[in-house]
Structure formats: C-alpha cells, structure tokens
C-alpha cells in the first residue's frame, strides 16, 4: 500500500530496503545491534512518510533506529560471515528477516504497473539477494 503512493518516489533504494526491514524484523528482548544507530538517517526518513497515514501507522521508529546500521552493512556488501559480529541474531533469522524483505518486494514489483517502480525494485532485490540469502524467483 506504501508503494502506491507518491511518498515512494521520496525515498532512495537504500530507504526502501530499510523500511521493508522494518516492517518484517520481529524484534525479541534479546536482540542486540552493536553499531551506533544514525539518527539523522532516521530523521530523513521519518520526514519523508511524515504525511503519509499508511507509513504513519506502519514505521516503527525504535525498530528502524536498531536496524540502521545492520541493514546499511548488507547493502554496502558486507559479506554474511562479517555480519554476524554485527548483531546477536542467529544466522537463521537475518537470513529469514532478509527473505522475507525479497518476498515483499516481490509481491511489490507484481502489484505494480510502473516500469520506473520495477526497475528500482529489481535494483534492491539484486543488492540483497546474495551469499546465503539468495532466493531464486
């Protein structure tokens, strides 16, 4: 539903892919991140679904701050063994967490009829669709 909104032409690719992480990270009181979260990309963010009342209702603050910088280390190519420092999550679930970000801009690039949205969709899936997270559509 984000996704059908001019709300989505504000946001990079790297926005996107952390938004979608967002929404599909399941948080347990355990999870710990060890880089510093940025705020300032946060406030970015937050400033640009500010207006819009689905993001409004959908963008959890606290979980895109603890994402950050782990979602910034897989979209800059961080390999998977390097990310494991990175956080105390189990292999299982940031390889789970990153599918179900594909699985989502999936169903997003079949929902839509802009050539635009697809080509930056499939951009993003070709960041992080690789090493063990890869899935074959």
Same mark, same amino acid.
């Given at each position: ?11 990079? #690719?790297?926005?996107?892919?952390? %938004? ?10 355990? #999870? ?13 963010? %937050? ?6 009342? /689905?993001? @409004?209702?959908?963008?959890?603050? /606290? ?29 299982? #679930? ?8 594909? #699985?989502? %801009? ?20 070709? @960041?992080?669709?690789? /090493?063990?997270?890869?899935? /074959?559509?």
């Amino acid at each position: 539903e984000l996704f059908a909104t001019p709300m989505k032409d504000s946001l990079t #690719d790297f926005e996107i892919f952390w %938004l979608l992480s967002s929404m599909a990270y399941e948080p347990r009181r355990a #999870d710990r991140f060890k880089k510093a979260p940025n705020r300032t990309a946060l406030n970015e963010l %937050l400033k640009k679904t500010f207006h819009n009342k /689905e993001a @409004k209702q959908k963008v959890d603050s /606290e979980k895109l701050l603890r994402l950050y910088a782990f979602c910034k280390a897989w979209w800059d190519g961080t390999t998977f063994f390097e990310m494991l420092p990175l956080s105390n999550m189990l292999e299982g #679930d940031i390889i789970r967490l990153f599918r179900q970000v594909l #699985d989502r %801009l999936g169903q997003i690039n079949r929902a839509t009829q802009e050539e635009r949205l697809r080509l930056r969709i499939n951009t993003i899936i070709g @960041k992080i669709n690789r /090493e063990f997270v890869r899935v /074959e559509f």
